[in-house]
């Protein structure tokens, strides 16, 4: 908000979070706001684009990180390659002003990993987690998980037995990859792409994809798509 002219209207969503904290508990909730709060004046969310950049998903997901008791993988100079910069996102298409395009970044995953991705439940898969074709394109933010699918099945290469659900929107595209450093299989479900509820949903994947005691469950959105968009109900 401090960006914003005088009297602009604003949501508050540092109260709405607080609210989702009281509703599910604090040993549930991640709370980003301090750690964006505190980095405000990096590169961290892009200037033509609503999306937060991968190194604002990446302090995103140092915090789950520390939430979750485990060690991060590294994100200096040396595991990141420049995307594209010539990115202009949704809120320059919403404008149409003269805005100096954003760069995209992207962790560079460990070339010995084998990856295996299965969009919506389609038999082949494919063998990265990033689609190039995207940076060709006005949507290069898609070049992330091939955009937004229904259910994505990522298959990592790590042979750990453990499985993570994730329960997204698009803020959770750039931020999938550093999460592939933990998990033997990660499924994603993004609700808005569904013509099941997520109750059937989860029954379906916990059926088919989760061991039974090593799966964990995380719920990774933006506030104001949270509030329009995740619809739990049968």
Request: charged share 25%; glycine share 4%; net charge negative.
């Amino acid at each position: 908000t401090y960006r914003l002219p005088d009297y602009a209207q604003y949501f508050d969503q540092k109260s709405y979070i607080q609210q989702v904290t009281e509703a599910v508990g604090e040993e549930h909730m991640i709370d980003v706001w301090e750690t964006l709060e505190a980095n405000k004046d990096e590169y961290i969310y892009y200037l033509t684009d609503h999306h937060w950049t991968t190194q604002g998903a990446y302090l995103a997901y140092l915090e789950w990180a520390e939430k979750n008791g485990v060690t991060p993988v590294s994100f200096g100079e040396d595991d990141r390659t420049v995307l594209s910069e010539e990115f202009l996102g949704t809120l320059h298409s919403k404008t149409n002003l003269d805005l100096k395009p954003d760069t995209m970044e992207a962790y560079k995953v460990p070339e010995e990993r084998e990856f295996q991705v299965y969009y919506d439940m389609l038999p082949s898969a494919k063998d990265s987690i990033y689609e190039e074709k995207h940076l060709s394109t006005k949507n290069k933010y898609g070049y992330f998980l091939d955009d937004n699918h229904g259910f994505v099945q990522i298959e990592t290469g790590i042979n750990n037995g453990k499985t993570l659900f994730i329960i997204k929107d698009s803020y959770a595209n750039c931020m999938v990859p550093f999460l592939t450093e933990h998990y033997e299989t990660i499924c994603i479900i993004d609700l808005r792409y569904c013509n099941m509820s997520l109750y059937q949903l989860i029954e379906l994947a916990m059926q088919t994809y989760a061991p039974e005691d090593q799966y964990d469950m995380l719920v990774l959105y933006n506030v104001i798509h949270f509030i329009d968009e995740f619809k739990y109900w049968k």
